[in-house]
């Protein structure tokens, strides 16, 4: 109890150093703790029973039963080129920053 009761007394910039420093402690022993467990069960485990946990044969069998999917090929047609007398058309009633819009998306397409 006297530990607690100095903690208490302490200035709180210092109590949350404190409460950080045993946040990242423990945090740091529990990453330590699941890697060394990872690795342990990585080590347990064989490919012939994840196989069998997983029924991967029994999956690839599913595929193979399924319909084959027949994409139909599109063919897109091109774009004619636009004259410049087309051109000037597309600017009449257009606004001055229209018309730079337009330009900047003629001169992208060469």
């Known amino acids: ?6 903690l208490q007394n302490l200035p709180e910039p210092k109590r949350k150093k404190i ?4 946040v990242i402690i ?13 690795q342990q069960r990585l080590r347990n ?3 012939e029973e994840i196989k069998e946990q997983f029924r991967i044969p029994e999956f690839q069998e599913g595929l193979k039963g399924l319909p084959e999917i027949n994409m139909p090929e599109i ?10 007398e087309e051109r000037e058309k597309m600017k009449e009633g257009l606004s001055e920053e229209e018309i730079k819009i337009l330009e900047e998306m003629m001169e992208k397409e060469e």
Not at 1 to 6: K, N, V
Not at 19 to 22: A, E, F, G, P, V
Not at 26 to 38: A, P
């Open 26 to 38: 423990i945090g740091i022993l529990l990453f330590i703790f699941y890697i060394k467990n990872s």
């Open 45 to 47: 485990l064989r490919g």
């Open 1 to 6: 109890m006297d530990i607690l009761r100095r």
């Open 75 to 84: 063919e897109i047609p091109e774009i004619p080129e636009i004259s410049e």
């Open 19 to 22: 409460l950080w420093i045993t």
